[in-house]
């Protein structure tokens, strides 16, 4: 069994910064794509950034230029580091990873337990 635990959630005044990490644990022989979504009330989740095995990374327009997604795969580690927060930026924010946990190949999916990120206005 994989788990995944995220950590840097928290209250936060609008032009401020934080650091969110995802750390998976378990029986991993590979991780491929790593993600965040987030889901405000009374929304649907919604991708906010993603980052591929090698590197590559596509972000929700809404993040462009103030989050950064990144990756150790040594730790199986994923980090969203968002600068400039804004109110409308309020959601539990979850990550999603693609593990590869036998020689089959397979992918199985897995989410984080989500982390409460607020802004102030």
């Known amino acids: 069994q994989v788990q995944l635990v995220e950590f840097g959630g928290g209250l936060v005044q609008a032009g401020g910064s934080l650091r969110l990490s995802c750390v998976a644990s378990g029986s991993i022989r590979s991780i491929t794509a790593m993600g965040w979504y987030r889901q405000a009330p009374g929304k649907q989740r919604e991708l906010v950034a993603r980052?591929?095995?090698?590197?590559?990374?596509n972000y929700a327009d809404s993040a462009k230029g103030r989050f950064t997604i990144s990756r150790d795969n040594a730790k199986n580690t994923v980090y969203l580091q968002m600068n400039s927060l804004k109110p409308e930026d309020t959601a539990v924010y979850y990550c999603?990873?693609?593990?590869?946990?036998?020689?089959?190949?397979?992918?199985?999916?897995?989410w984080g337990q989500g982390t409460q990120v607020t802004v102030s206005s």
């Open positions: 980052i591929t095995s090698d590197g590559s990374t």
């Open positions: 999603l990873m693609f593990v590869r946990v036998n020689p089959s190949g397979y992918e199985y999916q897995y």
